[in-house]
């Protein structure tokens, strides 16, 4: 793989290439960086960094293919999310040229080794893998593309020479930025890390150590198939009847509707022997129930895990409405019940390993700040229970001191922040100070112009009008008022603006909005604006004095002003009047899966929720994501097609960069003349 353009650290092209960045940023100099999500690995992309000696990394796009490209997951070759990130990198005055160093978020040579040596292990059970040409997170046939990359990207930038990649070891990755983004200080007391993934290039669970602002690497449990990921992925996708990557928030949202109590759950008991919990933390999954280590997608289960859960759902029954979990069915089909029990006590099972594995790093370490991160830290109601579990008396009891866990989850903690994770990790490595904590996450691509909103809206079967501009406080609050008066009457708008939200989640900058006091809400989103399923929850975002009104925020997660409730990475439970007062967006079991808005990192989205609280009594918003079937719209185009297929959704609100703001709506027999009526009665209203 050196000999193809890959270079692992310790290699001396590695080794020049730390040397020169270290010696650009000791003469002042800024330095540029590029994590590469390679083809053949789900959640291709480019992230690229700016790194100066006195402030340290800075993130400038986060592009993900999936949301250029339309492929979810996708695990082709990143093309269009680089020409993106050169075209703003030219945008800056920079061109490639002044790109440093081409980091990869994968350790191909490692991670070769490790597919490798896990069929070796398995054998001869494991053969059908080597067969296998896709998995979860993996395509064979782009892997093979993978090793072309250093060739392509170089035909792409339109360079002669191959472009000379630097893997960094994926769990590093995860860590490093994970904890460098993170609100906790460099004072010489420890952090930990805890590193939960499918798997990364060399095992799924990884521990580490920062103190005194280097990091140590405490265990890694070389293992692919030893992973709390592919155990939630497998069960939920054959329980569930969704593909891999599309199975587990679903499958966590099911479980809310199941029985929650290990002692009274009918399954939980038998399935937590699909585990083994070890000394020190370790977790290993039972061969004698599971069969997914040889064959994850045909035969996933051995006959006992039959006997326990009932046959898995086929590869060919995945996505039929006959076969998804559907909790519409609770008083239809009779096994609707047992299936949300068997999701329930997934996740339970999940929650007792989780806090297995952190329990033990807790103690190795003397830490009470933890840093969460991979995948698997995906699980906000996992989290929760984190808190919850780490409390006083934990700390009394196994660090004889008075303290309770302190936790924080990046807003990119699976593998679209590995690309991040690259960037940050080798500026470090070269020298660089941590730089500044995260406090918002919107980095894909850059913000639409006020041209391509025009050419997107100019189009026969949608109406559209220039409604304001954003760029004075008092356009931004009029603007925001409408937002609100047009919710209030129980409308659903979506909000496209900005750079968009890196991660799986929207977060103000893609967002459909609606009311959380209309109990109708819920079912009209999901029946008529995003197709999906009942059980899924809808999330709540808030002003940080309404989360505190309608949620128990938890003390463990108060770093930063409640950091950590920015990025819907953890659950909350609500208060005894929210269910009254904000119906729709307390899940079955309670909770929220709450996001704090904050003014300084989203001026308009923070003036909508302050509206709100004029025109409906609380500031506090539904939000979901700007998708229909689909990855969030990235474009103007794509925000328009959404908005085509999405027959509940009254107005697209589009914000371009220079502060312009145009409403596009259904038009022609579709137009409902809802929007064209609110706006008239609220400019009547205001005047």
Request: net charge negative; glycine share 8%.
């Amino acid at each position: 793989m050196g000999a193809a353009g890959f270079h692992q650290l310790g290699s001396e092209f590695a080794h020049a290439r730390i040397a020169h960045v270290r010696d650009k940023l000791a003469r002042g100099e800024t330095v540029y960086l590029a994590g590469l999500g390679a083809p053949g690995t789900h959640n291709s992309g480019v992230a690229l960094v700016e790194v100066t000696q006195t402030h340290g990394p800075r993130l400038i796009v986060n592009n993900e293919e999936e949301r250029f490209s339309g492929n979810k997951h996708t695990t082709e070759y990143p093309k269009l999310s680089i020409d993106a990130a050169v075209a703003t990198l030219r945008g800056m005055g920079r061109d490639i040229g002044d790109i440093d160093a081409w980091l990869t978020s994968w350790d191909y040579p490692t991670l070769a080794g490790t597919l490798a040596r896990s069929v070796l292990e398995e054998l001869p059970q494991s053969i059908k893998l080597v067969r296998t040409t896709e998995a979860a997170g993996f395509d064979g046939r782009r892997l093979d593309q993978m090793t072309r990359t250093p060739k392509v990207l170089a035909r792409q930038l339109g360079l002669a020479e191959r472009v000379p990649l630097i893997c960094l070891p994926h769990h590093d990755n995860h860590a490093w930025f994970s904890y460098a983004a993170s609100p906790f200080a460099d004072d010489g007391e420890p952090t930990a890390i805890a590193v939960l993934d499918g798997t990364g290039d060399q095992g799924s669970i990884s521990f580490y150590v920062v103190e005194n602002g280097a990091m140590r690497r405490l265990y890694c449990n070389d293992s692919m198939f030893d992973s709390l990921g592919a155990f939630y992925s497998v069960i939920s996708s054959t329980q569930g009847g969704w593909t891999w990557l599309s199975s587990e928030g679903r499958y966590m949202g099911a479980a809310a509707w199941g029985d929650m109590n290990r002692a009274s759950n009918p399954y939980y008991a038998r399935l937590r022997d699909i585990l083994h919990f070890g000394a020190n933390g370790d977790i290993r999954l039972n061969r004698a129930l599971a069969n997914w280590y040889c064959d994850p997608f045909d035969h996933p289960y051995k006959q006992a895990l039959t006997e326990i859960l009932g046959d898995p759902l086929r590869p060919d029954q995945l996505w039929n409405p006959d076969a998804v979990l559907r909790v519409e069915d609770i008083h239809h089909r009779p096994d609707t019940r047992d299936r949300l029990d068997k999701a329930a006590a997934t996740q339970l099972v999940f929650e007792d390993a989780m806090i297995h594995v952190v329990d033990h790093v807790l103690r190795t370490t003397g830490a009470n700040r933890l840093v969460l991160t991979g995948g698997v830290a995906l699980n906000a109601v996992g989290n929760m229970r984190l808190l919850e579990h780490f409390n006083e008396a934990w700390f009394a009891s196994a660090q004889q001191r008075n303290a309770r866990l302190r936790l924080w989850v990046p807003p990119v903690p699976g593998d679209p922040g590995v690309t991040i994770g690259a960037a940050w990790l080798f500026a470090q490595l070269a020298g660089a100070p941590r730089g500044a904590p995260m406090t918002h996450a919107f980095y894909c691509g850059t913000p639409a112009s006020q041209h391509d909103i025009v050419h997107a809206v100019e189009v026969d079967d949608i109406a559209s009008q220039r409604i304001g501009d954003i760029s004075t406080p008092e356009g931004c609050d009029a603007i925001a008022d409408l937002m609100a008066f047009m919710v209030a009457q129980n409308g659903v708008l979506a909000l496209y603006q900005g750079a968009a939200e890196t991660g799986p989640r929207a977060l103000g900058h893609r967002s459909i909005l609606a009311n959380p006091c209309d109990p109708a809400v819920r079912e009209l989103l999901n029946a008529r604006v995003k197709y999906r399923e009942a059980i899924r929850p809808l999330a709540p975002m808030a002003t940080l004095e309404a989360a505190r009104e309608y949620f128990e925020l938890l003390p463990g997660a108060a770093d930063a002003d409640y950091n950590v409730y920015n990025y819907m990475v953890l659950t909350a439970h609500s208060k005894p009047h929210a269910r009254e007062k904000i119906p729709a967006v307390i899940h079955a079991d309670g909770t929220g899966r709450i996001q704090i808005v904050r003014a300084g990192d989203d001026p308009l989205t923070y003036a909508y929720l302050k509206a709100l609280g004029r025109h409906i009594g609380v500031e506090l918003s539904v939000n979901t994501s700007f998708n229909v079937a689909g990855p969030i719209a990235q474009t103007p185009q794509q925000a328009i097609d959404t908005l085509r297929r999405s027959k509940g959704l009254d107005v697209v609100v589009l914000v371009a960069g220079d502060g312009t703001v145009t409403a596009a709506w259904h038009g022609g027999e579709r137009d409902s003349g809802r929007f064209i009526g609110w706006l008239a009665e609220w400019k009547s209203k205001r005047s």
